[in-house]
Protein backbone atom coordinates (compact mmCIF):
# COMPACT_ATOMS: atom_id res chain seq x y z
CA UNK A 1 0.00 0.00 0.00
CA UNK A 2 1.73 3.28 -1.16
CA UNK A 3 1.41 6.70 1.00
CA UNK A 4 -1.33 8.29 -0.71
CA UNK A 5 -3.79 5.55 -0.27
CA UNK A 6 -2.73 4.93 3.91
CA UNK A 7 -3.13 8.71 4.37
CA UNK A 8 -6.61 8.08 2.39
CA UNK A 9 -7.72 5.35 4.18
CA UNK A 10 -6.65 7.10 7.76
CA UNK A 11 -8.03 10.26 7.11
CA UNK A 12 -11.01 8.60 6.36
CA UNK A 13 -11.06 6.63 9.74
CA UNK A 14 -10.23 9.87 11.52
CA UNK A 15 -13.50 11.46 9.82
CA UNK A 16 -16.14 8.53 10.57
CA UNK A 17 -14.96 7.86 13.98
CA UNK A 18 -15.94 11.02 15.30
CA UNK A 19 -18.42 11.55 13.59
CA UNK A 20 -20.53 8.85 14.06
CA UNK A 21 -19.39 9.41 18.14
CA UNK A 22 -21.12 13.22 17.83
CA UNK A 23 -24.53 11.92 15.87
CA UNK A 24 -24.95 8.64 17.89
CA UNK A 25 -25.34 10.92 21.22
CA UNK A 26 -27.39 13.45 19.50
CA UNK A 27 -30.61 11.65 20.30
CA UNK A 28 -29.39 11.94 24.33
CA UNK A 29 -28.94 15.41 24.02
CA UNK A 30 -32.07 16.17 21.90
CA UNK A 31 -34.29 14.27 23.72
CA UNK A 32 -33.99 15.51 27.61
CA UNK A 33 -32.19 11.78 28.10
CA UNK A 34 -31.34 12.27 32.01
CA UNK A 35 -27.60 11.60 32.06
CA UNK A 36 -27.66 15.09 29.18
CA UNK A 37 -29.89 16.70 31.80
CA UNK A 38 -27.92 15.95 35.04
CA UNK A 39 -24.66 16.90 33.04
CA UNK A 40 -25.89 20.41 31.56
CA UNK A 41 -27.72 21.00 35.10
CA UNK A 42 -23.68 20.11 36.57
CA UNK A 43 -22.73 22.56 34.65
CA UNK A 44 -25.19 25.30 34.79
CA UNK A 45 -26.15 25.32 31.08
CA UNK A 46 -29.21 23.12 31.31
CA UNK A 47 -31.54 23.21 28.65
CA UNK A 48 -29.74 25.73 26.48
CA UNK A 49 -26.12 24.39 26.25
CA UNK A 50 -27.70 20.54 26.21
CA UNK A 51 -29.46 22.38 22.46
CA UNK A 52 -26.38 24.35 21.62
CA UNK A 53 -23.79 21.64 21.99
CA UNK A 54 -25.83 19.03 20.20
CA UNK A 55 -26.25 21.36 17.27
CA UNK A 56 -22.91 22.06 17.36
CA UNK A 57 -21.76 18.88 16.84
CA UNK A 58 -24.68 17.84 14.69
CA UNK A 59 -23.09 20.36 12.60
CA UNK A 60 -19.46 18.87 12.79
CA UNK A 61 -20.28 15.69 12.29
CA UNK A 62 -22.58 16.32 9.12
CA UNK A 63 -19.57 18.59 8.40
CA UNK A 64 -16.79 15.28 8.70
CA UNK A 65 -18.68 13.57 5.53
CA UNK A 66 -18.42 16.40 3.49
CA UNK A 67 -15.63 18.13 1.59
CA UNK A 68 -15.35 20.48 4.29
CA UNK A 69 -14.29 18.35 6.96
CA UNK A 70 -11.53 20.53 8.36
CA UNK A 71 -14.13 23.19 9.48
CA UNK A 72 -15.79 19.84 11.26
CA UNK A 73 -12.98 18.83 12.33
CA UNK A 74 -11.78 22.24 13.72
CA UNK A 75 -15.66 22.61 15.10
CA UNK A 76 -15.40 19.26 16.54
CA UNK A 77 -12.11 20.23 18.64
CA UNK A 78 -14.13 23.28 20.30
CA UNK A 79 -17.00 21.03 21.41
CA UNK A 80 -14.51 18.52 22.27
CA UNK A 81 -12.23 20.86 24.23
CA UNK A 82 -15.30 22.19 26.45
CA UNK A 83 -16.43 18.47 27.43
CA UNK A 84 -12.73 17.71 28.62
CA UNK A 85 -12.68 21.07 30.00
CA UNK A 86 -15.63 20.38 31.81
CA UNK A 87 -15.18 16.55 32.82
CA UNK A 88 -11.76 17.80 34.32
CA UNK A 89 -13.21 21.18 37.01
CA UNK A 90 -16.83 20.14 37.63
CA UNK A 91 -18.15 16.99 36.68
CA UNK A 92 -15.29 13.89 37.09
CA UNK A 93 -13.72 11.69 34.62
CA UNK A 94 -16.75 8.94 35.53
CA UNK A 95 -20.10 10.76 35.32
CA UNK A 96 -22.80 8.51 37.36
CA UNK A 97 -21.24 5.91 37.38
CA UNK A 98 -20.01 5.21 33.92
CA UNK A 99 -17.08 4.52 34.25
CA UNK A 100 -15.08 7.10 32.66
CA UNK A 101 -17.17 5.97 29.05
CA UNK A 102 -17.95 9.90 28.11
CA UNK A 103 -14.68 11.49 29.15
CA UNK A 104 -13.23 8.64 27.14
CA UNK A 105 -15.82 9.21 24.24
CA UNK A 106 -14.94 12.99 24.20
CA UNK A 107 -10.99 12.32 24.02
CA UNK A 108 -11.55 9.95 21.11
CA UNK A 109 -13.23 12.87 19.36
CA UNK A 110 -10.54 15.50 20.41
CA UNK A 111 -7.89 13.46 19.60
CA UNK A 112 -9.62 11.96 16.16
CA UNK A 113 -9.97 15.64 15.23
CA UNK A 114 -6.52 16.96 15.84
CA UNK A 115 -4.72 14.13 14.12
CA UNK A 116 -7.25 14.80 11.23
CA UNK A 117 -6.18 18.50 11.35
CA UNK A 118 -2.51 18.04 11.48
CA UNK A 119 -2.51 15.43 8.86
CA UNK A 120 -4.28 17.00 6.47
CA UNK A 121 -3.47 20.60 7.29
CA UNK A 122 -2.55 22.07 3.96
CA UNK A 123 -5.75 20.54 2.06
CA UNK A 124 -7.84 22.09 4.68
CA UNK A 125 -6.17 25.40 5.07
CA UNK A 126 -6.62 25.45 1.09
CA UNK A 127 -10.33 24.33 1.72
CA UNK A 128 -10.98 27.21 4.31
CA UNK A 129 -9.39 29.51 2.62
CA UNK A 130 -11.89 29.03 -0.74
CA UNK A 131 -15.04 29.04 1.47
CA UNK A 132 -13.67 32.44 3.11
CA UNK A 133 -13.20 33.62 -0.48
Known sequence: MNNSKSKTIITW???????????????FKFTGAEESVYIFTQIGMEPW??????????????L????????GALIG??????????HLTSLGIEV?????????????????????????F???KTELLSIIK
Open 13 to 27: VLRVVPALIMLQTLY
Open 96 to 120: QGDGGYLFALALTVLISCVVLVILN
Open 77 to 86: IGAMAGAVFF
Open 122 to 124: NDI
Open 49 to 62: GRYLVGTTELIAGV
Open 64 to 71: LFTRWYGL
